[in-house]
């Protein structure tokens, strides 16, 4: 496999903007609610290893794992702003928070990058190489 060095390089930015957005928000939330402080202490660290592994090896496991956690992490923005979570009831509502978005932008680059890496359907698509140039088939 060899996906477009676009397209790997986006889903690293992504996965590193997540990263990012979550660090200055660890200490309040491992106060707060320490279950959501924790979540963001291993959203952050697995955002560095996926931009990582991203960069450096094309494989379906780790377009997978990219997929999952950023779809994860959108699911965790969605239901903290819509319905709550226990303990952060201040954050229903806030939509429009800056590092939020941040996150949730990051984290669409992340999922968008594996879904087209992985093709629609889910079957990863794999990288053949012909004289002279690649091409990507389905498996």
Same mark, same amino acid.
């Given at each position: 496999?060899? %996906?477009l060095p676009a397209l790997r390089l986006g889903a690293a930015v992504g996965a590193l903007g997540m990263s990012v957005a979550h660090i200055p928000l660890m200490a309040d939330h491992l106060e707060e609610a320490p279950y959501v402080g924790v979540g963001f202490v291993l959203l952050s660290i697995a955002? *560095? $290893? $996926?931009?990582? $592994?991203?960069?450096?090896?094309?494989?379906?496991?780790?377009?997978? %794992?990219? !997929? %999952? *956690? %950023?779809?994860l992490a959108l699911?965790?923005?969605a239901l903290s702003r819509s319905v709550g979570l226990p303990q952060i009831h201040d954050e229903? !509502?806030?939509?429009?928070?800056?590092l939020g978005l941040v996150a949730v932008t990051s984290e669409a680059l992340?999922? /968008?990058?594996?879904a087209v890496r992985l093709g629609?359907? /889910?079957?990863p698509r794999r990288a053949t190489r012909s004289p002279g140039r690649a091409r990507v088939t389905a498996r």
């Open positions: 496999m060899n %996906a955002g *560095v $290893l $996926l931009a990582q $592994l991203l960069i450096g090896s094309d494989v379906p496991e780790v377009w997978m %794992a990219t !997929g %999952a *956690v %950023a779809a699911l965790g923005y229903i !509502g806030a939509w429009r928070d800056g992340m999922l /968008g990058c594996a629609i359907g /889910g079957r």
